[in-house]
Protein backbone atom coordinates (compact mmCIF):
# COMPACT_ATOMS: atom_id res chain seq x y z
CA UNK A 1 0.00 0.00 0.00
CA UNK A 2 1.00 3.31 -0.77
CA UNK A 3 2.66 5.99 0.33
CA UNK A 4 4.91 3.35 1.95
CA UNK A 5 6.23 6.11 3.87
CA UNK A 6 3.37 8.51 5.13
CA UNK A 7 3.85 12.21 6.59
CA UNK A 8 6.27 14.44 5.29
CA UNK A 9 9.19 12.16 3.45
CA UNK A 10 10.09 14.09 0.49
CA UNK A 11 12.82 13.49 -1.85
CA UNK A 12 13.62 9.91 -1.27
CA UNK A 13 17.00 8.22 -1.98
CA UNK A 14 17.16 4.50 -1.56
CA UNK A 15 20.06 1.61 -1.89
CA UNK A 16 20.38 -1.70 -1.45
CA UNK A 17 23.08 -3.75 0.02
CA UNK A 18 22.36 -7.64 0.44
CA UNK A 19 18.30 -8.05 1.27
CA UNK A 20 18.53 -4.84 3.15
CA UNK A 21 17.47 -1.83 1.94
CA UNK A 22 18.24 1.58 3.23
CA UNK A 23 16.27 5.17 2.63
CA UNK A 24 16.58 8.91 3.66
CA UNK A 25 14.60 12.02 3.19
CA UNK A 26 14.90 15.52 3.41
CA UNK A 27 14.36 17.36 7.14
CA UNK A 28 14.04 21.07 6.55
CA UNK A 29 14.57 23.12 9.74
CA UNK A 30 13.81 20.08 12.02
CA UNK A 31 16.35 18.66 13.94
CA UNK A 32 18.06 15.96 14.41
CA UNK A 33 18.09 15.99 10.40
CA UNK A 34 17.67 13.22 7.55
CA UNK A 35 15.57 10.35 8.86
CA UNK A 36 17.21 7.17 7.92
CA UNK A 37 15.03 3.88 7.12
CA UNK A 38 15.42 0.34 6.63
CA UNK A 39 13.02 -2.50 4.94
CA UNK A 40 13.49 -5.34 3.90
CA UNK A 41 10.39 -5.85 1.38
CA UNK A 42 11.08 -2.01 0.07
CA UNK A 43 7.11 -1.39 1.35
CA UNK A 44 7.86 -1.78 5.44
CA UNK A 45 10.05 0.67 6.36
CA UNK A 46 11.11 1.33 10.04
CA UNK A 47 13.05 4.27 11.42
CA UNK A 48 16.34 3.31 12.51
CA UNK A 49 17.94 6.82 13.41
CA UNK A 50 18.47 10.13 11.91
CA UNK A 51 21.72 10.79 10.40
CA UNK A 52 22.66 14.21 11.54
CA UNK A 53 22.01 14.19 14.89
CA UNK A 54 24.87 16.58 16.55
CA UNK A 55 25.52 20.50 15.80
CA UNK A 56 28.54 19.67 14.29
CA UNK A 57 26.73 18.03 11.52
CA UNK A 58 23.86 20.05 11.70
CA UNK A 59 23.67 23.80 12.55
CA UNK A 60 20.47 25.20 12.40
CA UNK A 61 19.33 28.80 14.23
CA UNK A 62 16.85 30.90 14.72
CA UNK A 63 17.71 32.52 11.47
CA UNK A 64 17.31 29.48 9.18
CA UNK A 65 13.66 30.11 7.52
CA UNK A 66 11.14 27.26 7.46
CA UNK A 67 11.67 24.97 4.49
CA UNK A 68 15.46 25.81 4.13
CA UNK A 69 17.88 23.48 6.09
CA UNK A 70 18.13 20.29 4.89
CA UNK A 71 17.39 19.41 1.07
CA UNK A 72 17.26 16.27 -1.11
CA UNK A 73 19.43 13.48 0.08
CA UNK A 74 21.10 11.07 -2.08
CA UNK A 75 22.28 7.67 -0.20
CA UNK A 76 24.88 5.08 -1.80
CA UNK A 77 26.73 2.68 -0.52
CA UNK A 78 30.29 2.05 -2.11
CA UNK A 79 33.39 0.59 -0.46
CA UNK A 80 32.07 -1.10 2.46
CA UNK A 81 30.84 2.10 3.45
CA UNK A 82 27.15 4.15 3.02
CA UNK A 83 27.28 7.83 1.63
CA UNK A 84 24.88 10.14 2.00
CA UNK A 85 25.24 13.63 0.57
CA UNK A 86 22.92 17.24 1.19
CA UNK A 87 22.49 20.21 0.21
CA UNK A 88 22.33 22.89 3.10
CA UNK A 89 20.31 26.04 2.01
CA UNK A 90 21.02 27.76 5.24
CA UNK A 91 24.14 30.26 6.04
CA UNK A 92 27.45 28.69 5.66
CA UNK A 93 25.40 25.78 3.84
CA UNK A 94 26.38 23.81 0.34
CA UNK A 95 26.70 20.44 -0.67
CA UNK A 96 28.79 17.99 2.26
CA UNK A 97 28.97 14.43 2.83
CA UNK A 98 28.73 12.21 5.16
CA UNK A 99 29.63 8.51 5.47
CA UNK A 100 28.75 5.78 7.91
CA UNK A 101 29.52 2.00 8.20
CA UNK A 102 26.18 1.78 10.03
CA UNK A 103 23.45 3.22 8.33
CA UNK A 104 21.54 3.59 11.81
CA UNK A 105 24.66 5.61 13.12
CA UNK A 106 26.54 6.82 13.82
CA UNK A 107 27.33 9.03 10.83
CA UNK A 108 30.81 11.05 10.14
CA UNK A 109 30.63 15.03 10.34
CA UNK A 110 30.42 16.95 7.14
CA UNK A 111 33.05 16.84 4.51
CA UNK A 112 31.84 20.12 2.22
CA UNK A 113 32.01 20.05 -0.90
CA UNK A 114 32.64 23.50 -1.52
CA UNK A 115 33.56 23.60 -5.49
CA UNK A 116 30.33 21.74 -5.94
CA UNK A 117 27.19 24.86 -6.60
CA UNK A 118 24.16 23.77 -7.28
CA UNK A 119 20.94 21.72 -5.03
CA UNK A 120 19.93 17.96 -5.26
CA UNK A 121 23.34 16.70 -5.19
CA UNK A 122 24.47 12.82 -6.36
CA UNK A 123 27.38 10.90 -6.29
CA UNK A 124 28.53 7.57 -8.57
CA UNK A 125 31.54 5.89 -8.92
CA UNK A 126 32.83 5.07 -12.71
CA UNK A 127 34.99 1.94 -13.00
CA UNK A 128 37.67 3.91 -13.04
CA UNK A 129 37.30 4.79 -9.53
CA UNK A 130 35.99 8.52 -10.30
CA UNK A 131 33.50 10.36 -8.08
CA UNK A 132 30.48 11.99 -10.48
CA UNK A 133 28.41 14.72 -8.46
CA UNK A 134 26.01 15.60 -10.30
CA UNK A 135 23.75 18.68 -9.22
CA UNK A 136 20.00 20.28 -10.72
CA UNK A 137 20.32 21.93 -13.54
CA UNK A 138 21.77 19.35 -14.56
CA UNK A 139 25.53 19.65 -13.87
CA UNK A 140 28.05 17.44 -12.87
CA UNK A 141 31.65 17.78 -11.17
CA UNK A 142 34.31 15.24 -10.67
CA UNK A 143 35.41 14.65 -7.07
CA UNK A 144 36.69 13.62 -4.49
CA UNK A 145 34.10 12.72 -1.83
CA UNK A 146 36.55 11.81 1.07
CA UNK A 147 38.38 14.78 1.14
CA UNK A 148 35.98 17.58 -0.64
CA UNK A 149 38.30 18.68 -3.68
CA UNK A 150 36.33 19.10 -7.08
CA UNK A 151 38.78 18.77 -10.35
CA UNK A 152 38.19 20.67 -13.41
CA UNK A 153 35.43 22.38 -14.57
CA UNK A 154 31.64 21.21 -14.39
CA UNK A 155 29.70 19.69 -17.26
CA UNK A 156 26.78 20.65 -18.37
CA UNK A 157 25.02 17.19 -18.77
CA UNK A 158 21.35 17.87 -19.82
CA UNK A 159 18.46 20.09 -19.15
CA UNK A 160 15.69 18.45 -19.30
CA UNK A 161 12.61 18.14 -21.53
CA UNK A 162 12.59 21.62 -23.57
CA UNK A 163 9.77 24.19 -22.11
CA UNK A 164 9.72 22.26 -18.43
CA UNK A 165 10.89 23.99 -15.37
CA UNK A 166 13.38 23.03 -13.33
CA UNK A 167 15.39 20.11 -13.98
CA UNK A 168 16.32 18.88 -10.36
CA UNK A 169 17.31 15.90 -8.60
CA UNK A 170 19.18 13.78 -10.85
CA UNK A 171 20.43 10.88 -10.24
CA UNK A 172 23.13 8.85 -12.34
CA UNK A 173 23.28 4.99 -12.60
CA UNK A 174 25.08 2.19 -15.12
CA UNK A 175 22.67 -0.21 -15.68
CA UNK A 176 23.49 -2.97 -17.96
CA UNK A 177 25.83 -1.59 -20.46
CA UNK A 178 24.11 2.38 -19.93
CA UNK A 179 24.56 5.44 -17.82
CA UNK A 180 21.13 6.80 -16.99
CA UNK A 181 20.51 10.04 -15.30
CA UNK A 182 16.83 10.22 -13.51
CA UNK A 183 15.65 13.55 -13.35
CA UNK A 184 12.77 15.54 -11.57
CA UNK A 185 11.30 18.19 -13.79
CA UNK A 186 8.31 20.51 -13.50
CA UNK A 187 8.48 22.04 -10.74
CA UNK A 188 7.86 19.65 -7.36
CA UNK A 189 3.96 21.34 -7.53
CA UNK A 190 1.10 19.84 -9.86
CA UNK A 191 3.27 19.84 -13.13
CA UNK A 192 6.12 17.61 -11.31
CA UNK A 193 7.32 14.31 -13.19
CA UNK A 194 10.23 12.14 -13.70
CA UNK A 195 12.34 11.78 -17.06
CA UNK A 196 15.59 9.93 -17.95
CA UNK A 197 18.02 10.17 -20.59
CA UNK A 198 21.22 7.18 -21.39
CA UNK A 199 24.85 7.49 -22.77
CA UNK A 200 27.52 5.26 -23.14
CA UNK A 201 29.55 7.10 -20.50
CA UNK A 202 29.24 8.93 -16.93
CA UNK A 203 29.20 12.03 -19.07
CA UNK A 204 27.44 11.89 -21.54
CA UNK A 205 26.35 13.06 -24.20
CA UNK A 206 22.50 12.19 -23.19
CA UNK A 207 19.95 10.95 -25.29
CA UNK A 208 16.60 11.35 -23.94
CA UNK A 209 13.77 8.46 -23.19
CA UNK A 210 11.59 8.75 -26.18
CA UNK A 211 8.56 8.39 -23.75
CA UNK A 212 9.50 10.88 -21.43
CA UNK A 213 7.91 11.98 -18.56
CA UNK A 214 8.07 8.15 -17.62
CA UNK A 215 6.13 8.96 -14.46
CA UNK A 216 4.04 12.20 -13.70
CA UNK A 217 -0.04 12.84 -12.72
CA UNK A 218 0.00 16.09 -13.81
CA UNK A 219 -3.11 17.60 -15.31
CA UNK A 220 -5.02 13.48 -14.45
CA UNK A 221 -7.43 13.30 -11.45
CA UNK A 222 -5.28 10.19 -9.67
CA UNK A 223 -5.46 10.22 -5.97
CA UNK A 224 -1.65 11.09 -5.62
CA UNK A 225 -0.33 14.31 -6.89
CA UNK A 226 2.91 16.08 -7.65
CA UNK A 227 4.40 12.80 -8.29
CA UNK A 228 8.60 12.89 -9.01
CA UNK A 229 11.76 13.50 -7.40
CA UNK A 230 12.52 9.39 -8.18
CA UNK A 231 15.33 7.40 -7.23
CA UNK A 232 15.77 3.49 -8.85
CA UNK A 233 16.96 0.38 -6.59
CA UNK A 234 17.12 -3.00 -7.91
CA UNK A 235 15.69 -5.46 -5.74
CA UNK A 236 17.58 -8.76 -4.45
CA UNK A 237 15.20 -10.60 -6.65
CA UNK A 238 16.35 -8.87 -9.62
CA UNK A 239 13.38 -6.96 -9.82
CA UNK A 240 13.36 -2.77 -10.34
CA UNK A 241 11.76 -0.70 -8.55
CA UNK A 242 11.38 3.37 -8.46
CA UNK A 243 10.64 5.25 -4.39
CA UNK A 244 9.18 9.01 -5.37
CA UNK A 245 7.33 11.58 -4.05
CA UNK A 246 4.06 12.54 -4.34
CA UNK A 247 0.87 14.35 -2.34
CA UNK A 248 -2.52 13.44 -1.50
CA UNK A 249 -4.55 16.96 -1.88
CA UNK A 250 -7.84 16.89 -0.10
CA UNK A 251 -11.09 19.27 -0.17
CA UNK A 252 -12.63 21.41 -2.81
CA UNK A 253 -10.67 23.82 -5.42
CA UNK A 254 -7.47 23.65 -6.29
CA UNK A 255 -6.99 21.35 -3.19
CA UNK A 256 -5.06 21.48 -0.52
CA UNK A 257 -2.18 18.88 0.81
CA UNK A 258 -1.61 18.83 4.72
CA UNK A 259 0.62 16.24 5.52
CA UNK A 260 3.49 17.65 3.33
CA UNK A 261 5.43 15.59 0.55
CA UNK A 262 5.31 11.47 1.11
CA UNK A 263 7.20 9.02 -0.15
CA UNK A 264 5.24 6.50 -2.75
CA UNK A 265 6.73 3.45 -4.68
CA UNK A 266 5.84 1.95 -7.80
CA UNK A 267 7.26 -0.83 -9.72
CA UNK A 268 9.56 -0.76 -13.14
CA UNK A 269 9.95 -3.20 -15.89
CA UNK A 270 12.72 -2.67 -19.07
CA UNK A 271 11.30 -2.49 -22.61
CA UNK A 272 14.08 -1.35 -25.49
CA UNK A 273 16.57 -0.67 -22.13
CA UNK A 274 14.51 2.38 -20.96
CA UNK A 275 12.29 1.98 -17.52
CA UNK A 276 8.30 1.79 -18.10
CA UNK A 277 6.95 2.74 -14.17
CA UNK A 278 3.74 0.86 -13.52
CA UNK A 279 1.32 1.57 -11.56
CA UNK A 280 1.11 3.70 -8.32
CA UNK A 281 -1.03 1.50 -6.00
CA UNK A 282 -2.57 3.58 -3.28
CA UNK A 283 -4.27 3.67 0.38
CA UNK A 284 -3.95 4.12 3.57
CA UNK A 285 -1.18 1.73 5.23
CA UNK A 286 -3.78 -1.49 6.52
CA UNK A 287 -3.25 -1.43 10.26
CA UNK A 288 -4.27 1.50 11.93
CA UNK A 289 -0.76 2.96 13.32
CA UNK A 290 -0.99 3.88 17.12
CA UNK A 291 1.97 4.94 18.69
CA UNK A 292 1.78 6.10 23.04
CA UNK A 293 5.46 7.45 24.20
CA UNK A 294 5.64 7.17 28.16
CA UNK A 295 9.03 9.10 27.70
CA UNK A 296 10.99 6.23 30.48
CA UNK A 297 14.08 6.17 27.83
CA UNK A 298 16.51 8.66 28.68
CA UNK A 299 16.94 9.43 24.85
CA UNK A 300 13.93 10.35 22.52
CA UNK A 301 12.73 7.99 19.38
CA UNK A 302 13.65 8.50 16.32
CA UNK A 303 11.05 9.73 15.34
CA UNK A 304 10.77 12.57 17.49
CA UNK A 305 11.92 15.87 15.97
CA UNK A 306 12.50 19.74 17.24
CA UNK A 307 13.08 22.98 16.04
CA UNK A 308 16.38 23.37 14.53
CA UNK A 309 18.06 22.50 17.80
CA UNK A 310 17.62 20.35 20.26
CA UNK A 311 19.35 20.92 24.05
CA UNK A 312 19.17 18.59 26.93
CA UNK A 313 18.77 21.96 28.77
CA UNK A 314 15.56 23.20 27.03
CA UNK A 315 14.30 19.10 26.76
CA UNK A 316 14.68 15.84 28.33
CA UNK A 317 13.19 12.86 29.27
CA UNK A 318 16.05 13.05 31.80
CA UNK A 319 15.34 15.84 34.43
CA UNK A 320 11.91 13.48 35.76
CA UNK A 321 12.36 9.59 34.33
CA UNK A 322 8.65 9.73 32.44
CA UNK A 323 7.98 12.68 32.03
CA UNK A 324 9.36 14.85 28.73
CA UNK A 325 10.40 18.07 30.67
CA UNK A 326 10.36 21.61 28.38
CA UNK A 327 12.18 24.68 29.74
CA UNK A 328 10.83 27.41 27.58
CA UNK A 329 12.81 29.77 25.31
CA UNK A 330 10.94 31.90 22.64
CA UNK A 331 7.32 32.97 23.42
CA UNK A 332 5.16 30.30 20.90
CA UNK A 333 5.11 28.46 18.44
CA UNK A 334 5.10 31.83 16.46
CA UNK A 335 8.92 32.18 17.51
CA UNK A 336 11.43 30.36 15.27
CA UNK A 337 13.12 29.42 19.26
CA UNK A 338 10.54 28.03 20.70
CA UNK A 339 10.93 24.55 22.68
CA UNK A 340 9.74 21.97 20.07
CA UNK A 341 9.20 18.36 20.39
CA UNK A 342 7.04 16.55 17.76
CA UNK A 343 6.46 13.78 15.50
CA UNK A 344 4.90 14.06 11.96
CA UNK A 345 1.22 13.92 10.73
CA UNK A 346 1.37 10.90 8.91
CA UNK A 347 -2.34 9.85 8.55
CA UNK A 348 -5.44 12.29 6.91
CA UNK A 349 -7.48 11.12 10.28
CA UNK A 350 -6.01 10.74 13.53
CA UNK A 351 -6.29 11.88 17.16
CA UNK A 352 -3.44 13.00 19.13
CA UNK A 353 -3.81 13.13 23.24
CA UNK A 354 -1.16 14.37 26.01
CA UNK A 355 -1.20 14.34 29.56
CA UNK A 356 0.86 17.24 30.70
CA UNK A 357 1.27 19.31 33.94
CA UNK A 358 1.35 23.15 33.54
CA UNK A 359 2.22 23.92 37.48
CA UNK A 360 5.16 26.08 36.93
CA UNK A 361 4.29 27.46 33.22
CA UNK A 362 2.55 27.02 30.33
CA UNK A 363 2.34 25.33 27.06
CA UNK A 364 0.72 22.46 25.07
CA UNK A 365 0.29 20.48 21.94
CA UNK A 366 0.49 22.31 18.09
CA UNK A 367 -0.14 21.21 14.94
CA UNK A 368 2.26 23.28 12.93
CA UNK A 369 3.16 23.80 8.91
CA UNK A 370 5.67 27.34 10.09
CA UNK A 371 5.60 29.88 12.55
CA UNK A 372 2.95 31.55 10.14
CA UNK A 373 0.45 29.08 9.93
CA UNK A 374 -0.35 26.49 13.11
CA UNK A 375 -2.96 25.82 15.77
CA UNK A 376 -2.89 24.80 18.95
CA UNK A 377 -4.16 24.23 22.54
CA UNK A 378 -2.18 25.27 25.27
CA UNK A 379 -2.43 25.27 29.28
CA UNK A 380 -1.84 27.27 31.98
CA UNK A 381 -2.67 27.20 35.75
CA UNK A 382 -6.42 27.21 35.70
CA UNK A 383 -6.96 27.89 32.06
CA UNK A 384 -7.19 26.35 28.59
CA UNK A 385 -6.85 28.15 25.35
CA UNK A 386 -6.81 27.39 21.61
CA UNK A 387 -5.02 29.08 19.55
CA UNK A 388 -4.39 29.85 15.69
CA UNK A 389 -1.89 31.79 13.83
CA UNK A 390 -2.64 32.08 9.75
CA UNK A 391 -0.25 34.08 8.10
CA UNK A 392 0.07 37.71 9.61
CA UNK A 393 -3.19 36.90 11.85
CA UNK A 394 -2.56 35.25 15.46
CA UNK A 395 -5.81 35.04 17.33
CA UNK A 396 -7.31 33.39 20.70
CA UNK A 397 -9.86 31.46 19.41
CA UNK A 398 -11.08 29.97 22.62
CA UNK A 399 -10.63 29.95 26.59
CA UNK A 400 -12.11 28.25 29.28
CA UNK A 401 -10.80 27.57 33.04
CA UNK A 402 -10.38 24.46 34.43
CA UNK A 403 -9.50 22.56 37.35
CA UNK A 404 -5.82 23.09 38.89
CA UNK A 405 -2.95 19.60 38.45
CA UNK A 406 -2.34 17.61 35.18
CA UNK A 407 -4.62 17.86 32.37
CA UNK A 408 -5.29 15.87 29.32
CA UNK A 409 -5.38 18.16 25.63
CA UNK A 410 -6.71 16.43 23.04
CA UNK A 411 -6.38 17.58 18.89
CA UNK A 412 -8.74 15.13 16.60
CA UNK A 413 -7.48 15.64 13.01
CA UNK A 414 -10.62 14.39 10.30
CA UNK A 415 -10.21 14.35 6.81
CA UNK A 416 -13.21 15.61 4.95
CA UNK A 417 -15.19 13.29 2.80
CA UNK A 418 -18.17 14.97 2.39
CA UNK A 419 -17.30 18.55 0.79
CA UNK A 420 -20.09 21.25 1.17
CA UNK A 421 -18.81 24.04 -1.68
CA UNK A 422 -16.02 24.13 -4.13
CA UNK A 423 -13.95 26.38 -1.24
CA UNK A 424 -13.93 22.95 1.30
CA UNK A 425 -11.41 22.11 2.93
CA UNK A 426 -9.22 19.18 3.10
CA UNK A 427 -9.87 18.09 7.05
CA UNK A 428 -11.07 19.78 10.42
CA UNK A 429 -9.13 19.98 13.32
CA UNK A 430 -10.52 19.55 16.81
CA UNK A 431 -8.91 21.18 19.79
CA UNK A 432 -10.23 20.45 23.32
CA UNK A 433 -9.52 18.43 26.64
CA UNK A 434 -10.84 14.99 28.00
CA UNK A 435 -12.49 15.30 31.24
CA UNK A 436 -12.00 13.45 34.03
CA UNK A 437 -14.49 10.42 32.89
CA UNK A 438 -13.05 10.27 29.36
CA UNK A 439 -15.33 12.60 27.52
CA UNK A 440 -14.14 14.91 25.22
CA UNK A 441 -15.09 18.68 25.26
CA UNK A 442 -14.14 20.10 22.22
CA UNK A 443 -13.63 23.93 22.75
CA UNK A 444 -13.13 24.72 19.16
CA UNK A 445 -12.99 22.92 15.34
CA UNK A 446 -10.80 24.78 13.14
CA UNK A 447 -10.64 24.23 8.70
CA UNK A 448 -7.50 22.53 8.06
CA UNK A 449 -6.61 24.17 4.77
CA UNK A 450 -4.88 26.94 6.21
CA UNK A 451 -2.28 24.37 7.37
CA UNK A 452 -1.50 23.14 4.41
CA UNK A 453 1.36 23.33 2.06
CA UNK A 454 -0.76 25.41 -0.98
CA UNK A 455 -1.62 28.25 1.71
CA UNK A 456 1.82 28.81 3.31
CA UNK A 457 4.09 27.36 1.21
CA UNK A 458 7.26 25.74 1.29
CA UNK A 459 8.20 22.06 1.08
CA UNK A 460 6.95 20.87 4.51
CA UNK A 461 3.99 19.12 5.56
CA UNK A 462 2.03 19.16 9.55
CA UNK A 463 4.20 17.96 12.26
CA UNK A 464 2.50 17.43 15.34
CA UNK A 465 3.96 18.12 19.04
CA UNK A 466 4.77 19.39 22.08
CA UNK A 467 6.10 22.92 23.33
CA UNK A 468 6.79 24.78 26.02
CA UNK A 469 5.80 28.73 25.65
CA UNK A 470 6.83 30.12 29.18
CA UNK A 471 8.64 28.38 32.04
CA UNK A 472 8.62 24.72 32.74
CA UNK A 473 6.34 22.01 31.45
CA UNK A 474 6.46 18.60 32.07
CA UNK A 475 4.37 15.80 29.92
CA UNK A 476 3.72 12.45 30.90
CA UNK A 477 2.88 11.08 28.05
CA UNK A 478 2.17 11.70 24.27
CA UNK A 479 -0.69 9.53 22.35
CA UNK A 480 -0.68 9.15 18.19
CA UNK A 481 -3.14 7.49 16.89
CA UNK A 482 -4.73 6.76 13.02
CA UNK A 483 -8.49 7.12 12.53
CA UNK A 484 -10.68 5.16 9.91
C1 LIG B 1 14.41 19.68 -3.61
C2 LIG B 1 13.99 19.59 -5.00
C3 LIG B 1 12.58 19.31 -4.76
O1 LIG B 1 15.68 20.16 -3.42
O2 LIG B 1 12.18 20.01 -3.68
O3 LIG B 1 10.83 17.90 -5.27
C4 LIG B 1 13.33 20.56 -3.09
N1 LIG B 1 11.96 18.43 -5.42
O4 LIG B 1 14.58 18.59 -5.73
C5 LIG B 1 13.21 20.56 -1.59
O5 LIG B 1 12.76 19.33 -1.12
Known amino acids: ????????????????????YYLVCSSFEYFPGIPVFHSRDLVHWNQIGNALER??????????????????????????????VVTSVSHGGGNMV?????????WSDPVPLPGVAGIDPDLAWDDEGNCWCTVAGVQQYRVDPATGETFGEPRRLWSGTPGAKAPEAPHLYRIGGHWYLLIAEGGTERGHGVSIARAASPNGPFEPCPANPILS????????????????????????WMVLLG???????????????????????????????????????????????????PELRPSWISLRDR??????????????????RGSGMDDPAVVFAGRRQQH??????????????????????????????????????????????????????????????????YEARTLLDARSGPDTLSFGVEEPDGTFT?????DGKYLSTEVAGGFTGRVIGLYAAAGTVHFDWFEYQQLN
Open 98 to 106: FTATDPAGP
Open 348 to 413: LSCLVRTLLDPAEGRGGLAVRLDEAHHYEIEAAYGEVRVLARIGPVATVVASRPVPEGPIVLVVRV
Open 442 to 446: SLATL
Open 247 to 297: VRPGGGTPGWHVLGRETFLAPVTWTDGWPVVGELTSGEPGSPASERDDFDL
Open 1 to 20: MNPVIPGMHPDPSVCRVGED
Open 311 to 328: FEQHCTTKERPGRLTLHA
Open 55 to 84: PSQLHLTAETPSSAGIYAPTLRHHDGRFWL
Open 217 to 240: HRSTDERVQNTGHADLVQAADGAW
